[in-house]
Every structure is written in structure tokens, then in C-alpha cells.
């Protein structure tokens, strides 16, 4: 049992852009942000990258699933095995697959293995109970940005854009009580963000990602091809919505006889569209964006965004948040509410049925 009251808990996220493993701990009841504790990070090497990335799309017994889990394993006993201080550990995982309306969805990663070597209780699998009552199983972090909205006392709407490898949006109305209340959060993902970019440098230039912009800089946005890519039915679903993040796979084939610098150019503004097409869903317009997630670091995308949204875009670090950190934190934060019986999703986050808790738990000592 968890003792009552605030709890630290460590959460880790590999998240779509396959940059790495973040890890962080948060000191929370489940309900409230206490206070932000240690973080690490772990770069992934080229090869585990290329391991990871060989599974992308596939599901449990296919080909390359059991190596890319093996080290997602790995890496995280490792990152995790520093923090003495964790109560418990809520574990993402390295989505492989996401197909909510079909086959499910996929995270790498057994949190009942990685519970014998840690010696902590491990709360994983957090998306497949979401998808299981009708949710997207995505996104998560919603629960969380609500929390965040209490923690910086934000009095006026607003909404959270992670750019990772994927965007999603998370627009929170904080004068409602709590995240599962109607009315309090709408979320979703809005498009491709930094994978795309990743892969495009990654093929033609051996690169991990286009640093702080300086090739998109330098290239000229084709604006044929995002006026075209913004009229795909995704953009037209009304959310919550998820996304694959090779869903939009074949972008790489529409910039292929683009330049380096032009192709780069062209996939951050569709980036910086996407968010704006999606802004168009927002309740009532937010009273400012707050950037969490590797993009905010590209001022190429920053600048775009500025451009497209009607309100200030800001680094989540204005209001005092670590933009690298916070869906590490995020699944912390959901790891203590999974263990305190909380919904971890409701209706206009994922789209769910009613609101769920998701999440296993795996605890040292129930090997079988
Ligand atoms: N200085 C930088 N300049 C440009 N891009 C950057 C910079 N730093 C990080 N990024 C981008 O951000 C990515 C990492 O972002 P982040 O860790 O938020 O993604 P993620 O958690 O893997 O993805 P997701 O949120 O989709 O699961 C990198 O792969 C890179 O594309
Ligand atoms: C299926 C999956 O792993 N989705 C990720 C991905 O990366 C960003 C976006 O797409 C978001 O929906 C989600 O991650 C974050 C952490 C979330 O669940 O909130």
C-alpha cells in the first residue's frame, strides 16, 4: 500500500522522437504538483536508435520487438537505478505501435520486469485500458497539464503544446476543480512535429536533428505542399484524436526532390500548421501557449508558431516548468494517481467512454 499524502514518484518517458530516456521525480498526492525533484537524462546511441526505429510499427512476437524491448529495459534499469529517493516509478515505456481504432496500441517495455530490478513498484501500460473502453489511449500528459495550470495559478484558459516527435495540444480551463470535470480539458495530438525533421536530416545528413532550425533557416518553405498537406482528413476530425507517429510516413517522399535546406523549411512550417489548424478547436481561444518538449528549442518552429497563433507562445520555462522534463514528470504524476485509484483519463482527453484509470502495476516479488 502507498501511504497517504504526497509521495515522491519517478517517472520515465522514451518518447516518439527517439532522442532518448528522460527521467524525473515529482512529489504528489496524485492530485496536486508538492514539488519538482531530480532528473536524468539518457541519449540514445545510434545503434540502440537503429534497433528501436527497426521495430517502429510492429506488435508483440513480430520480428525485432523482443531486441528494441530488451533495450528499452536496459536503458531505463539503468537511468532508474539512481534514485534512491523514489516511492514508486511510473513507466511509459517506447511506444512502438499505435493503431487505437484496430489492432491497439503498443509500449515497449515490461513494467512487472523492470519492478524484480528495481526493487519499487512499477506502474506501466498506462494507455491500453483507455483503448480498451473506446479512448485514443492518447494523450496522457492532459491530467498533468492541469495540474501544472493549478501549480502556476493560471487564472485565464490556456493550453500546453508538447513538440516531440508527434505535437499534441492540451487547452485547460483552470477554474474547474479537477481534470476528469467537464469542461476542464480538451487534448489532442495536432500532427507531425520533430520526427519527420529527425528522419529527413538523420537519412540525408547522418544528423539527430535540425539544431535550434539553422537549416530551416536557411530553406524556403514550400507552401503548395503545406497548403496541401493541411487538407488531409486527420486535420478535419474533430478530437480528441491520436496519432501513429509514422502516419504521415510518406512526407519524406513529397519533400524528396526539395534541397536539404527546403525540405527541412517545409516540414517545420507543416509542424507550426498543424498547430494552428488544430488551435481552431480550442473552446474559447487560450490567453497563451505554453511550449513544452524538444521543438521549443528549434527558433525556426518558435518563430512560425508566433506567427500562426493569436496569443503569446512561450517556453514553459517562463512560468517556472522544465519543458524538457515534463512528460517524464507527467507519468510520475499519473503513476501515484494509478496507484491511488484516480482516472488518469476522461471523455475529451482521449476520447474515452467515461473517465479510466489506466496503468498496470507491477511489484517486486510476483514473478510467475
Ligand atoms: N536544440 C534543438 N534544436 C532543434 N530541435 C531540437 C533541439 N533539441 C531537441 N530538439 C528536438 O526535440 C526532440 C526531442 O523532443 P522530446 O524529448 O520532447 O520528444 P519525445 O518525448 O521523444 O517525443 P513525444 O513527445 O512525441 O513522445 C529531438 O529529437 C529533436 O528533434
Ligand atoms: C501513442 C503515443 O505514445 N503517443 C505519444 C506521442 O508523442 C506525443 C503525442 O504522440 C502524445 O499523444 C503521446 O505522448 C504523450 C506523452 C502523451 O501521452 O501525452
Same mark, same amino acid.
Given at each position: ?160 503544446? !508538447? ?8 487547452? &485547460? ?5 479537477? $481534470?476528469? +470535470? /467537464?469542461?476542464? @480539458? ?111 528549442? !528549434? ?8 506567427? &500562426? ?5 512561450? $517556453?514553459? +520555462? /517562463?512560468?517556472? @516548468? ?47
Amino acid at each position: 500500500m502507498l501511504k497517504t499524502g504526497p509521495v515522491w514518484a519517478l517517472g520515465a518517458m522514451s518518447g516518439t522522437s527517439l532522442d532518448g530516456v528522460d527521467a524525473a521525480m515529482l512529489l504528489t498526492d496524485g492530485k496536486a504538483i508538492f514539488e519538482f525533484g531530480e532528473t536524468a537524462y539518457q541519449p540514445y546511441s545510434d545503434k540502440d536508435r537503429q534497433v528501436i526505429s527497426a521495430a517502429f510499427g510492429k506488435w508483440p512476437g513480430d520480428a525485432g520487438v523482443e531486441a528494441a524491448t530488451e533495450l528499452v529495459e536496459a536503458i531505463h534499469a539503468e537511468v532508474l537505478s539512481g534514485f534512491k529517493k523514489a516511492e514508486l516509478v511510473g513507466f511509459h515505456g517506447q511506444t512502438l505501435a499505435h493503431d487505437p481504432g484496430g489492432r491497439g496500441t503498443h509500449q515497449a517495455g515490461d513494467g512487472q520486469r523492470l519492478a524484480e530490478l528495481l526493487n519499487k513498484p512499477v506502474v506501466w501500460d498506462y494507455r491500453s485500458s483507455d483503448v480498451e473502453m473506446g479512448g485514443q489511449g492518447a494523450p496522457l500528459a492532459p491530467f498533468f497539464h492541469f495540474a501544472c495550470a493549478k501549480w502556476i495559478k493560471a487564472d485565464a484558459p490556456l493550453v500546453f503544446l !508538447n513538440l516531440g516527435g508527434v505535437g499534441n495540444v492540451t487547452w &485547460v480551463d483552470p477554474s474547474k476543480s479537477a $481534470p476528469e +470535470e /467537464e469542461g476542464a @480539458l480538451l487534448a489532442f495530438d495536432t500532427g507531425p512535429a520533430n520526427a519527420p525533421i529527425n528522419d529527413l536530416v538523420a537519412q540525408r545528413l547522418g544528423q539527430d536533428c535540425d539544431r535550434d532550425g539553422q537549416l530551416a533557416a536557411q530553406g524556403v518553405v514550400d507552401m503548395a505542399l503545406v497548403r496541401a498537406f493541411l487538407k488531409r482528413g486527420y486535420f478535419h476530425q474533430v478530437p480528441p484524436k491520436s496519432l501513429d507517429r509514422n502516419k504521415f510516413g510518406d512526407l519524406l517522399q513529397q519533400v524528396s526532390g526539395h534541397s536539404d535546406a527546403d525540405a527541412v523549411a517545409t516540414l517545420t512550417a507543416i509542424a507550426a500548421a498543424s498547430v494552428g489548424k488544430g488551435m481552431e478547436h480550442c473552446p474559447v481561444p487560450p490567453e497563451r501557449v505554453l511550449v513544452c518538449g524538444g521543438g521549443r528549442h !528549434n527558433r525556426v518552429l518558435m518563430a512560425l508558431l508566433a506567427g &500562426v497563433l493569436k496569443c503569446p507562445v512561450l $517556453p514553459v +520555462e /517562463e512560468v517556472g @516548468l522544465d519543458g524538457d522534463m515534463l512528460e517524464a514528470q507527467a507519468f510520475a504524476y499519473l503513476a501515484v494517481r494509478v496507484m491511488r485509484g484516480l482516472p488518469t483519463s476522461a471523455p475529451m482527453t482521449t476520447g474515452v467512454a467515461a473517465a479510466v484509470g489506466g496503468g498496470k502495476v507491477g511489484r517486486p516479488g510476483n514473478i510467475t
